[in-house]
């Protein structure tokens, strides 16, 4: 079993729908979470760190469920820009293990 | 501040022969990472380091040695390629990340990557 496993898409979504990405993780003692994002050919960036409280930064909300060691990212009012892989990732103490990530379409 | 940078972008390798490829960083940071990106696979961790002087094996070690030397260059070797290790490589430097759940987080920073063929 893969220690970070994600939903690997593609998701296509027209302009403006909302979408939802989940991903689990198998070790519980894990630290710390994150989402990437990945363009096509270009390196992972940061997106959002992840809290069990929930984060909010505009269109986007990540959730963080510890006892179902679950993590979502949720995307309001997609827009065409939004089109990438999502990575889920989790830290173990100095290491970050990445999912294989969710590939995101959206279209006019 | 040109942040992560990788050498080469590209290189085609014969199967046996060697490389080195060169992670540089101008942000001061303690932990570097080399990371393969392969289809369906995801980013797998090769080698990382801590700090000057310092190295561990990651998910998928084999086949590589890394070496750092100054704090700023993290260097990845393939001594005798192999096919199987055709890819795309990431580096990636970061603050040191928080070891209590909820701390501080660092955000790991990628270079741009090297697309390694392997003949």
């Known amino acids: 079993r893969k220690e970070v496993e994600q939903d690997p898409g593609p998701f296509n979504v027209p302009e403006g729908a909302t979408v939802a990405f989940n991903c689990t993780y198998s070790n519980s003692a894990s630290q710390s979470f994150f989402w990437y994002r990945q363009d096509c050919r270009k390196e992972p960036k940061l997106l959002m760190s992840v809290y069990s409280s929930g984060y909010e930064d505009g269109r986007f909300t990540a959730q963080l469920n510890r006892a179902s060691q679950y993590i979502s990212l949720l995307i309001r009012d997609s827009k065409l820009s939004d089109s990438a892989t999502y990575l889920c990732?989790?830290?173990?103490?100095?290491?970050?293990?990445f999912g294989t990530g969710t590939r995101l379409q959206v279209f006019p | 501040n040109a942040g992560v940078t990788q050498t080469p972008k590209f290189r085609v390798l014969k199967t046996g022969q060697s490389m080195t490829l060169l992670c540089a960083q101008d942000m001061n940071h303690e932990y570097m990472y080399w990371y393969r990106q392969d289809p369906g696979m995801g980013l797998r961790l090769i080698h990382y380091?801590?700090?000057?002087?310092?190295?561990a094996k990651g998910e998928v070690p084999d086949g590589y040695n890394v070496s750092r030397l100054k704090k700023q260059n993290f260097l990845l070797g393939l001594e005798s390629a192999a096919p199987s290790q055709t890819s795309v490589y990431f580096c990636?430097?970061?603050?040191?990340?928080?070891?209590?759940?909820?701390?501080?987080?660092?955000?790991?920073?990628f270079g741009p990557g090297t697309r390694l063929t392997v003949l």
């Open positions: 990732v989790v830290q173990n103490t100095d290491k970050l293990i």
């Open positions: 380091s801590v700090g000057e002087g310092t190295t």
């Open positions: 990636a430097s970061s603050y040191p990340l928080a070891r209590v759940a909820g701390g501080p987080h660092n955000e790991q920073f």
